[in-house]
């Protein structure tokens, strides 16, 4: 029964995260992953990002499949999408994983004038800029016991 005990000490635990700390985790920017619905179903691609307040901005090409998709013909509208970003360590089996949803929308003028610097990986033109204001952010982390 000892051996149990000490194996269960050993698992990893889940714990969720508050949005604070979720924020804080994706706030240096890198890559995440996009998800949206195409017109042929639930799509998911990565992005390059950054993070600006409380709001996710990204920038693709603008014949692109995710431009395409979150342009919306209502002005000031938006697009629900839903971002992810994660972290993990192979060998410690510890990391965290945060999820951000709300509406996307293209920033166009002065707003994406103030937008935060992304700087995509991909080659080519990539001149359409969006934003992802969070409505609902949620995480969680995996450690040691």
Known sequence: ???DMASDSAQP??????RQECLRLI?????GRIAFEDGEGPTVVPVN??????????????E???SRSLL?????????AAFEVDAFQDDTHE????LVRGGAHPLE????????????????EREAWFSLTAMEVSGRRLRQG
């Open 49 to 62: 990002y950054a993070v600006d307040g409380e709001s996710v901005v990204f920038r693709t090409s603008l």
């Open 1 to 3: 029964m000892a051996v």
């Open 64 to 66: 692109g499949r995710l």
């Open 95 to 98: 990391g965290w994983s945060v």
């Open 13 to 18: 635990v889940l714990e969720e995260l508050d």
């Open 27 to 31: 706030a240096p920017g890198g890559i």
């Open 109 to 124: 003028g002065e707003e994406r004038e103030r937008a935060v610097r992304v700087d995509p990986w991909p080659g080519g």
């Open 72 to 80: 919306t013909a209502v002005p000031g509208g938006q697009v629900r």
